[in-house]
């Protein structure tokens, strides 16, 4: 059978079928021919196979060409050492201060610490290494600049606000990779959830109970408390985007989000800012704010907030379902999903009372 063959493309004429809407002549169906000679067209003709029009293709690919995209991809892996754009953008503003002219009355090091300072907080926002990294790079810039000694540069270091920060991220990390702070959440509520205000008050004193040890809002309110007001929300039937809301959900987020800033200012160690403003203290009037003496002072106030705040929330926005009978039971579901406390739980909740 002869195989089929087609005029190559580029030896159509321009085909005008319809007149344009501005000409004065009229369509003369006769002269819409394609092919007005073929005798004299039709030796000009180049073969053109019906695979070429469909987009086949007859030529295999030659191994060498994969081996050689192989070699290509292999060659291009990501760079895994710092971004180099944001790493020179951090370099070149320190460098730039460095040998721009100090002002009158500032003295050399401190031009040359506020240059460095300068670098370090471009690394910190452009980021191209991790946080940790940048701070390292500034300070040993410091000191390899002889901006700084070695005793000044570290001094911090011997600080006690810095590390209780840092041993309250430790225990933070531990109370979410070993699951105690759920428990304790589920634990508490099992206990005072049957109506929604003590549901509410449950959630609040579980945040509450929990802040001297995770120093972070987002870590407890959203890493902990947050995926459990969501499953007590769904199990009384108010949910989010279906008209059920006021049912449970807004009083109950609401009030959550409101009193996770009165714990944050209850404890030393809940809140990052916190040791900053002991430092402050210290700085001005020379007086050392401890853990014990910080919680001493905000015990009053903090739990007095915590007990009015919910209850004022739930006369201004009250939620329509006052009682949650399901809540202790979903509670006790998860308890008995979670099993008896794991090793690593029971090592955590004894190395914090001790440490505490």
Same mark, same amino acid.
């Given at each position: 059978?002869?195989?089929?063959?087609?005029?190559?493309?580029?030896?159509?004429?321009?085909?005008?079928?319809?007149?344009?809407?501005?000409?004065?002549?009229?369509?003369?169906?006769?002269?819409?021919?394609?092919?007005?000679?073929?005798?004299?067209?039709?030796?000009?003709?180049?073969?053109?196979?019906?695979?070429?029009?469909?987009?086949?293709?007859?030529?295999?690919?030659?191994?060498?060409?994969?081996?050689?995209?192989?070699?290509?991809?292999?060659?291009?892996?990501?760079?895994?050492?710092?971004?180099?754009?944001?790493?020179?953008?951090?370099?070149?503003?320190?460098?730039?201060?460095?040998?721009?002219?100090?002002?009158?009355?500032?003295?050399?090091?401190?031009?040359?610490l506020l240059s460095i300072?300068m670098a370090t907080i471009?690394?910190?926002?452009?980021?191209?290494?991790?946080?940790?990294?940048?701070?390292?790079?500034?300070?040993?810039?410091?000191?390899?600049?002889?901006?700084?000694?070695?005793?000044?540069?570290?001094?911090?270091?011997?600080?006690?606000?810095?590390?209780?920060?840092?041993?309250?991220?430790?225990?933070?990390?531990?109370? #979410? *990779? $070993?699951?105690? /702070?759920?428990?304790?959440?589920?634990?508490?509520?099992?206990?005072? =959830?049957?109506? @929604? !205000?003590? %549901?509410?008050?449950?959630?609040?004193?579980?945040?509450?109970?929990?802040?001297?040890?995770?120093?972070?809002?987002?870590?407890?309110?959203?890493?902990?408390?947050?995926?459990?007001?969501?499953?007590?929300?769904?199990?009384?039937?108010?949910?989010?985007?279906?008209?059920?809301?006021?049912?449970?959900?807004?009083?109950?987020?609401?009030?959550?989000?409101?009193?996770?800033?009165?714990?944050?200012?209850?404890?030393?160690?809940?809140?990052?800012?916190?040791?900053?403003?002991?430092?402050?203290?210290?700085?001005? #009037? *020379? $007086?050392?704010? /401890?853990?014990?003496?910080?919680?001493?002072?905000?015990?009053?106030? =903090?739990?007095? @907030? !915590?007990? %009015?705040?919910?209850?004022?929330?739930?006369?201004?926005?009250?939620?329509?379902?006052?009682?949650?009978?399901?809540?202790?039971?979903?509670?006790?579901?998860?308890?008995?999903?979670?099993?008896?406390?794991?090793?690593?739980?029971?090592?955590?909740?004894?190395?914090?009372?001790?440490?505490?």
């Amino acid at each position: 059978m002869a195989s089929l063959s087609l005029p190559s493309r580029h030896l159509l004429p321009k085909l005008t079928p319809f007149p344009s809407l501005h000409s004065s002549t009229q369509f003369n169906p006769n002269k819409f021919n394609p092919f007005p000679n073929p005798t004299t067209r039709l030796s000009s003709f180049k073969p053109l196979h019906l695979t070429h029009l469909l987009g086949f293709t007859t030529t295999a690919p030659r191994a060498s060409s994969s081996a050689a995209t192989a070699r290509a991809v292999q060659a291009a892996e990501p760079w895994q050492g710092a971004h180099l754009k944001p790493l020179m953008a951090s370099i070149a503003t320190g460098l730039l201060l460095w040998f721009l002219p100090k002002p009158s009355g500032v003295s050399t090091n401190a031009w040359q610490l506020l240059s460095i300072f300068m670098a370090t907080i471009v690394g910190i926002i452009s980021q191209p290494l991790p946080l940790g990294a940048v701070a390292i790079l500034g300070l040993a810039a410091s000191v390899l600049t002889k901006t700084l000694t070695y005793a000044a540069a570290f001094s911090a270091f011997g600080h006690q606000i810095p590390w209780l920060v840092a041993l309250a991220f430790f225990f933070a990390k531990g109370f #979410i *990779k $070993t699951g105690l /702070g759920t428990r304790i959440a589920y634990h508490i509520v099992s206990l005072a =959830g049957s109506s @929604s !205000l003590g %549901l509410g008050y449950s959630l609040v004193f579980s945040e509450a109970l929990l802040a001297p040890a995770i120093p972070s809002v987002s870590a407890r309110a959203g890493g902990i408390i947050l995926p459990l007001v969501k499953s007590l929300c769904s199990a009384c039937g108010s949910n989010v985007g279906d008209g059920t809301e006021d049912r449970l959900g807004s009083w109950l987020t609401f009030t959550c989000f409101q009193t996770s800033v009165i714990s944050s200012a209850m404890f030393l160690t809940a809140m990052a800012a916190n040791p900053l403003c002991a430092t402050l203290t210290f700085n001005a #009037i *020379k $007086t050392t704010i /401890g853990w014990g003496d910080w919680a001493k002072a905000a015990l009053v106030p =903090g739990v007095v @907030s !915590l007990i %009015l705040v919910p209850l004022i929330l739930y006369v201004i926005y009250p939620p329509t379902v006052k009682n949650s009978p399901d809540a202790p039971r979903l509670a006790r579901d998860k308890l008995r999903q979670m099993g008896p406390m794991a090793r690593n739980e029971k090592i955590m909740a004894a190395t914090l009372l001790l440490t505490v």
